[in-house]
């Protein structure tokens, strides 16, 4: 009897859409797509303004930006806890690094903001 249930409730799993599927999840409601944007293509140039924080790592420092964090590869000295800069770089995306946060920025340069430096 009891395989009789379990037979019935798989094939009522498979016949009313439980099943994988080749077609795309529908739209979610608002017309926005849930689909992720891609990243940036690696080496990217950017130049973003944020609050510089420590990462949930030890040493590693991230920039919070308005939009997303970003992970300072190599900083500066003048980049530190508290500091709102400007940095320049490129953008490092997937590259594997241990503090596990943010899209891997490599710094070019950093103005720390209202110095003029």
Same mark, same amino acid.
């Given at each position: 009897m009891r395989i009789g249930v379990v037979a019935?409730? @798989? #094939?009522? !799993? $498979?016949? *009313? +859409? /439980? !099943?994988?599927?080749? =077609?795309?999840?529908? #739209?979610?409601? &608002? &017309? $926005?797509?849930?689909?992720? *944007? !891609?990243? !940036?293509?690696? +080496?990217?140039? $950017?130049? $973003? =303004? +944020?609050? @510089? =924080?420590? &990462? #949930?790592?030890? &040493? /590693?420092?991230?920039?919070?930006?308005?939009d997303r964090e970003y992970l300072l590869v190599r900083p500066v000295p003048e980049l530190k806890p508290g500091v709102e800069a400007v940095v320049r770089g490129s953008l490092r995306p997937g590259t594997p690094t241990t503090c596990m946060q943010g899209t891997p920025l490599t710094v070019r340069t950093a103005e720390v903001a209202g110095t003029g430096s």
């Open positions: 019935m409730a @798989v #094939v009522l !799993a $498979v016949a *009313t +859409g /439980c !099943a994988p599927s080749d =077609r795309p999840s529908p #739209v979610p409601p &608002g &017309g $926005v797509s849930a689909t992720p *944007t !891609a990243p !940036a293509p690696s +080496g990217t140039e $950017v130049s $973003v =303004r +944020g609050t @510089v =924080r420590n &990462g #949930v790592e030890p &040493g /590693c420092l991230v920039l919070a930006a308005p």
